[in-house]
Every structure is written in structure tokens, then in C-alpha cells.
């Protein structure tokens, strides 16, 4: 189950996020969220089916660096039909944890 064991990278992390998106596991995402971004509550819609994840690039995130990003895209099923979402995510680690901090959508 995600979030048994501390992801050693950001984009580790990232994966470890969409799974539990995927899994409707709000628990693991709100404990890898940063503090200083984390909403104090989190509802997933249970009419959107995760289907994949592709990594397109990563910056920093290593095992050694404190801060990382992640560009990736998530496509999703609903009853509105296939959908994706695209973004470049940031990520910091603290005290040997990394944490999602937040995103936003590539320029276009």
C-alpha cells in the first residue's frame, strides 16, 4: 500500500501519489502533502478512475538534493468521458521525507 515506507526520490513520490489517487487513499496524500500547502481536508471524486501515469521529466529529486520537480500527466476516466491532467510538480524533502508542494499546468 503506498506510503508504508518513505519514497527515497520526489519522482518515487510521485507515483506513490497517483496510486493512492487511483485508490481513493486521501490519508497517504495528505501525509505526503507539505504543511505550508496542505489542505486541512481532502475529497477525491469516486467517479474518476485513475488509468495511468507518464513521467515526462524530473529535475533534482535525487536522493541527495532537498527539492525536485516532476512533470508528468495523469489521465483519468469519468462520466464525462477521458481526461487528463498535466502538471510540473514541486517537491521538497525534510528531515529525510519528501513532500508534495505543489504544481501547476506546463506553458503552453
Known sequence: MAGE?????????????????ALGNTE????????????GTLTLDAG???????????????PFDDEGTVHFMAQYRSANG???????SRFVRENGRWYYVDG?????
Open 28 to 39: 497517504h496524500l495528505l501525509r505526503t502533502w507539505h504543511s505550508s500547502t496542505r489542505p
Open 48 to 62: 474518476t478512475f485513475w488509468t495511468r501515469l507518464d513521467i515526462f521529466g524530473v529535475t533534482g529529486g535525487g
Open 5 to 21: 515506507t518513505s519514497a527515497p526520490t520526489a519522482v518515487q513520490l510521485m507515483r506513490s501519489r497517483f496510486t493512492a489517487f
Open 82 to 88: 477521458r481526461g487528463r491532467q498535466e502538471e510540473n
Open 104 to 108: 501547476e499546468a506546463p506553458a503552453s
